[in-house]
Nanobody, 122 residues
Framework: QVQLRESGGGLVQAGGSLRLSCAAS????????MGWYRQAPGKQRELVAT???????AYADSVKGRFTISRDNAKNTVYLQMNSLKPEDTAVYYC????????????????WGQGTQVTVSS
């Protein structure tokens, strides 16, 4: 069984920084795309950033220039460096990953972490 576990959330003042981590553990053959999403109270979950297995990245317009996604393939871990945080960044942040548990898997399985709370005070 493969699990994703986020860490690094917390309370920070506006203008501050946080770094989120998401580690995949279990029986893993390969991980393709990984990403971060967030969900604020009363709103739908939205994409924050994604990174492919080759390292190509994409960002939501609202975080471009402030957030940086990266990954360490040796550690099966994806990171989200968040700078210049704003109160509107307050949300539960979730990571996801497209995981193949065995070389013979025809498709990757999309997994989600349980989320980590980020609160930005004004």
């Amino acid at each position: 069984q493969v699990q994703l576990r986020e860490s690094g959330g917390g309370l920070v003042q506006a203008g501050g920084s946080l770094r989120l981590s998401c580690a995949a553990s279990g029986s893993i053959f390969s991980i393709n795309a990984m990403g971060w999403y967030r969900q604020a109270p009363g709103k739908q979950r939205e994409l924050v950033a994604t990174i492919t297995g080759g390292g190509s990245t994409a960002y939501a317009d609202s975080v471009k220039g402030r957030f940086t996604i990266s990954r360490d393939n040796a550690k099966n871990t994806v990171y989200l460096q968040m700078n210049s945080l704003k109160p509107e960044d307050t949300a539960v942040y979730y990571c996801n990953a497209a995981v193949k548990r065995h070389w013979s898997d025809a498709t990757a399985m999309l997994l989600w972490g349980q989320g980590t709370q980020v609160t930005v005070s004004s």
